[in-house]
């Protein structure tokens, strides 16, 4: 059975003590591969330092996460941009809109998000959106984009099924993680009735570890107790949840090959 974490970030100092036992733990898991979207500038050095030394395992995205934009996002953004034009990237991410704590940078993180999901269709490369109290601003700037949506993923979805359903209308994915798990939650009622087609697995570690670990530091490892919740939710072996949920994954972040 092979997973496919699509949203850890495993290059946060709450991992420093015991990274690579994390990374192992995650392959006997099946966990082969983990997706690792950037936060802001100054974790860049750190997310490229741990895929240079599992570089089979460990994929970077490049992005800047909207808790990170304020009024000086566009340097911020220009830096970006320069490690686009440096590295190689899976994708664009995290990025979007988060307006859960207060709306003071509204309109900066709307054009900051504006901002990269242009990157990633000058760049070819999907994107991967943060969505917190926000899915009004974040459908209203794709649709900017519009009919040419990008490709990506509603990362850790949160959102009812007309938010679902307008979100895979549009061709992204949803990013399902520990939160499916968490008694309810309601995303459990959600997923329930969303082709698997359409969901990648993710653990956002290491945040919302889901149950029975819940309350503890998340880790890739743990993606089998997301698999085995959607499994149960569709009536399925978590062997068949593994296998489309990775299939979406490698496609969607063009690693066939990898």
Known sequence: MQLIDTHSHLYLPEFD??????????????????CLPNIDTGS????????????????????????SVKKNYRDKLEKIHEH????????IGEIGIDLYWND?????????????????????LPIVIHVRESFDEVFQILNEFKPNYPKGIFH???????????AIEMGFKLGIGGIVTFKNSGIDIVVKDIDTKHIVLETDSP????????????ESSYLVYTARKIAELHKVTVEEIADITTQNAKKLFNLINS
């Open 44 to 67: 860049v050095k750190p997310l490229l330092a741990l895929v240079k030394k599992y570089p089979e395992h460990c994929f970077p995205m490049m992005g800047l996460h909207p808790s």
């Open 84 to 91: 686009l034009t440096k590295s190689n990237f899976i994708a």
């Open 207 to 218: 945040y919302l570890a889901p149950v029975p670990k819940r309350g503890k530091r998340n």
């Open 156 to 166: 850790s979805f949160t959102g009812n099924k007309i938010h679902a359903r307008r």
């Open 104 to 124: 003071m940078y509204r309109e900066e993180q709307m054009a900051a998000f504006r901002e990269q999901v242009s990157l990633a269709q000058k760049y070819q």
């Open 17 to 34: 003590s015991d990274r690579d036992q994390v990374v192992n733990r995650a392959i006997q898991q099946g966990v082969e591969k983990i």
